[in-house]
T-cell receptor, first 114, second 113 residues
């Protein structure tokens, strides 16, 4: 039982390049989330998917797009990377319909944009 | 603006001491207040959580104290151990908010032997 799996673990991009961060969960959770973690800022929600087939913006969606491919997978795409997107990205999942169920996080993708 | 303010940024405690981390919020619509613990190279994991209808919740050495009128809540770690050394995040969310947590900036705790 792997929980939430994120790939890649590390990535270096040049400004303007694009990439997709992958996330998969094996807990049969309905809801999935993408957060970014920056020093002194905590974790900020980029996008979330309350259930398969739906996605919504979080606090800091600009410069990102997401796809809920199926119930297990939720990907985050950077179309034209910028240095301000240098961060550690975390995917998480939770039960929907269960009030305040815990978020289960992956181990993150460390992205550097030069 | 930061909706959940957390202090201190870093904390050093001796083994066996009490670690205290504080958070304050403005939005009275928040009704769920969890604490997450994060070890280096790992994602955060839920440690303990509280709802506003209680003033305190204890799980082992970890206690949340909640002051609804002051809009503040805190984490107390009793008998702190080196294995507690981690970054701690407070968070808050609204009822029916699909678990969209708003996190504090984090506190890096170091427990020295």
């Amino acid at each position: 039982n792997a929980g939430v799996t994120q790939t890649p673990k590390f990535q270096v991009l040049k400004t303007g390049q694009s990439m997709t961060l992958q996330c998969a969960q094996d807990m049969n959770h309905n809801s999935m989330y993408w957060y970014r973690q920056d020093p002194g800022m905590g974790l900020r929600l980029i996008y979330y998917s309350a259930s398969e087939g739906t996605t919504d913006k979080g606090e800091v969606p600009n410069g990102y797009n997401v796809s809920r491919l199926n119930k297990r997978e939720f990907s985050l795409r950077l179309e034209s990377a910028a240095p301000s997107q240098t961060s550690v990205y975390f995917c998480a999942s939770s039960e929907q319909g269960q009030m305040n169920s815990p978020l289960h996080f992956g181990n993150g993708t460390r992205l550097t944009v030069t | 603006q930061q909706q959940v303010k957390q202090s201190p940024q870093s904390l050093i405690v001796q083994k066996g001491g009490i670690s205290i981390i504080n958070c304050a919020y403005e939005n009275t619509a928040f009704d769920y207040f969890p604490w997450y613990q994060q070890f280096p190279g790992k994602g955060p994991a839920l440690l303990i959580a509280i709802r506003p209808d209680v003033s305190e919740k204890k799980e082992g050495r970890f206690t949340i104290s909640f002051n609804k009128s002051a809009k503040q809540f805190s984490l107390h770690i009793m008998d702190s151990q080196p294995g507690d050394s981690a970054t701690y995040f407070c968070a808050a969310s609204k009822a029916g908010g699909y678990n969209k947590l708003i996190f504090g900036a984090g506190t890096r705790l170091a427990v020295h032997p």
